[in-house]
């Protein structure tokens, strides 16, 4: 099982350090240079300065830089371990207030494996270079990797409740409007009872792949035991209901002649098609496959659905049933790789592929000619992203975007003593 610890906590000062807001940013992989200028200039304390840094040698940069925070009392350290709770009051895409509840601590990095820790979908190869540069120099996870647990009985909503109920340690709101507010829990009756909530259970990482790779990178290069053994994870209960997953829809570039026959032959073949507005391309409900689709040479937007669920068991016959039901699975098998060749090297470095989160943005680039192709995509449900982990398998890249982020600044943890 995965072992669940408080930590000894890195923290901004708040009177020292000033307003929360202006100290937090999103996830450094979100951050185009434009934000990471803005989020700079709100404050010479705002983490982009040291998770994101610049300059000739920005990993030292950003270890002098944490270094003087904490000889300066900007960013200090607890003395006893304590659990953060955490909650984020956000807005869903169709205007319902949500609030999602969970937890930041520090979970001990091991292999993946059942009963442990499992990863939910398959990476782009990532900037593991870069972001185990940047532990070997600051010695701190900056930045929580998110993670879902199994909370059947609500225990662990539980004992959120009623912390939650008290007054905010501290409280921040990002650019999306998020709201997230935390609470140190140095309480060791609630830190035992969170613990035991999530005594035997298996984590699934939501977001946050790369950071864990990153971490058991760095604990087997430094080797035996110590801190440097755990890493920072916010864990928040697969039934909690402010857990919302948004479609990231696929973008197909390098559309000749040939290909484009090739696409539409298997389209005819494996799909039932019907044309809709474009505001309609993103599909709706649950059962078998459907999605949107609109050739930018064409513009005739179209919405398509799988034939007979035959054709996808074929084309994935050494998956499981669960997984030959996942909307990204099967158009990888069939239209990616199927009708376009295209390999698993294409798909890992994005030879002919993009994403987005947006549709409007996605139709744009479309207009734009930046792509020539749109597959739009409904949002995988939780519980289809646990049953695809529990039978061992991982799901396509981009396969999912939970929201909100997690905002890295609320706390960081040491990796030494």
Same mark, same amino acid.
């Given at each position: 099982?995965?072992?669940?610890?408080?930590?000894?906590?890195?923290?901004?000062?708040?009177?020292?350090?000033?307003?929360?807001?202006?100290?937090?940013?999103?996830?450094?992989?979100?951050i185009g240079s434009g934000q990471r200028a803005g989020l700079a200039a709100r404050s010479p304390y705002n983490v982009v300065h040291v998770d994101?840094?610049?300059?000739?040698?920005?990993?030292?940069?950003?270890?002098?830089?944490?270094?003087?925070?904490?000889?300066?009392?900007?960013?200090?350290?607890?003395?006893?371990?304590?659990?953060?709770?955490?909650?984020?009051?956000?807005?869903?895409?169709?205007?319902?207030?949500?609030?999602?509840?969970?937890?930041?601590?520090?979970?001990?990095?091991?292999?993946?494996?059942?009963?442990?820790?499992?990863?939910?979908?398959?990476?782009?190869?990532?900037?593991?270079?870069?972001?185990?540069?940047?532990?070997?120099?600051?010695?701190?996870?900056?930045?929580?990797?998110?993670?879902?647990?199994?909370?059947?009985?609500?225990?662990?909503?539980?004992?959120?409740?009623?912390?939650?109920?008290?007054?905010?340690?501290?409280?921040?709101?990002?650019?999306?409007?998020?709201?997230?507010?935390?609470?140190?829990?140095?309480?060791?009756?609630?830190?035992?009872?969170?613990?035991?909530?999530?005594?035997?259970?298996?984590?699934?990482?939501?977001?946050?792949?790369?950071?864990?790779?990153?971490?058991?990178?760095?604990?087997?290069?430094?080797?035996?035991?110590?801190?440097?053994?755990? =890493? @920072?994870?916010? +864990? !928040?209960?697969?039934?909690?209901? $402010?857990?919302?997953?948004?479609? &990231?829809?696929? #973008?197909?570039?390098?559309?000749?002649?040939?290909?484009?026959?090739?696409?539409?032959?298997?389209?005819?073949?494996?799909?039932?098609?019907?044309?809709?507005?474009?505001?309609a391309l993103v599909p709706d409900g649950g059962g078998p496959l459907r999605l949107g689709y609109l050739d930018a040479q064409l513009g005739r937007?179209?919405?398509?659905?799988?034939?007979?669920?035959?054709?996808?068991?074929?084309?994935?016959?050494?998956?499981?049933?669960?997984?030959?039901?996942?909307?990204?699975? =099967? @158009?990888?098998? +069939? !239209?990616?790789?199927?009708?376009? $060749?295209?390999?698993?090297?294409? &798909?890992?470095? #994005?030879?002919?592929?993009?994403?987005?989160?947006?549709?409007?943005?996605?139709?744009?680039?479309?207009?734009?000619?930046?792509?020539?192709?749109?597959?739009?995509?409904?949002?995988?449900?939780?519980?289809?992203?646990?049953?695809?982990?529990?039978?061992?398998?991982?799901?396509?890249?981009?396969?999912?975007?939970?929201?909100?982020?997690?905002?890295?600044?609320?706390?960081?943890?040491?990796?030494?003593?």
């Amino acid at each position: 099982m995965a072992e669940v610890q408080p930590l000894r906590a890195l923290h901004y000062d708040l009177g020292a350090a000033g307003p929360l807001s202006d100290l937090i940013a999103p996830p450094y992989d979100v951050i185009g240079s434009g934000q990471r200028a803005g989020l700079a200039a709100r404050s010479p304390y705002n983490v982009v300065h040291v998770d994101l840094p610049e300059g000739d040698d920005p990993y030292t940069s950003a270890a002098e830089l944490l270094g003087r925070w904490l000889r300066e009392g900007i960013v200090v350290r607890d003395d006893r371990p304590a659990v953060w709770a955490l909650t984020q009051d956000y807005v869903a895409p169709g205007g319902a207030r949500m609030t999602r509840r969970g937890f930041l601590c520090r979970v001990r990095v091991e292999d993946y494996g059942a009963g442990r820790i499992r990863p939910h979908e398959r990476t782009h190869p990532g900037p593991l270079e870069d972001r185990l540069a940047l532990t070997r120099a600051t010695r701190v996870n900056l930045s929580p990797i998110f993670a879902l647990h199994p909370d059947p009985d609500g225990s662990a909503r539980g004992v959120l409740t009623t912390i939650v109920a008290d007054d905010p340690w501290g409280e921040a709101s990002d650019d999306e409007g998020t709201i997230h507010r935390v609470w140190r829990v140095a309480d060791s009756e609630a830190i035992a009872a969170l613990q035991s909530s999530l005594a035997g259970a298996e984590l699934l990482i939501a977001d946050g792949h790369h950071r864990y790779e990153t971490a058991r990178a760095y604990a087997q290069e430094v080797g035996g035991e110590g801190p440097h053994r755990y =890493v @920072l994870m916010c +864990l !928040v209960a697969l039934e909690d209901p $402010g857990v919302a997953v948004f479609p &990231i829809h696929r #973008l197909v570039a390098g559309l000749g002649p040939q290909r484009r026959e090739a696409l539409a032959a298997a389209l005819r073949r494996d799909f039932d098609l019907h044309e809709v507005a474009r505001e309609a391309l993103v599909p709706d409900g649950g059962g078998p496959l459907r999605l949107g689709y609109l050739d930018a040479q064409l513009g005739r937007p179209l919405q398509l659905a799988l034939r007979d669920q035959s054709i996808a068991d074929s084309a994935l016959p050494d998956k499981p049933p669960v997984y030959r039901r996942l909307d990204t699975a =099967v @158009l990888e098998a +069939l !239209v990616l790789k199927g009708a376009l $060749g295209m390999t698993e090297a294409d &798909i890992a470095h #994005l030879n002919g592929l993009g994403y987005s989160v947006d549709a409007s943005e996605a139709l744009r680039l479309l207009d734009e000619g930046a792509f020539d192709a749109g597959f739009f995509m409904r949002p995988t449900p939780v519980a289809q992203v646990r049953e695809v982990a529990a039978a061992g398998e991982t799901m396509p890249p981009k396969s999912t975007f939970f929201y909100p982020k997690l905002a890295t600044g609320l706390v960081f943890n040491p990796l030494s003593d």
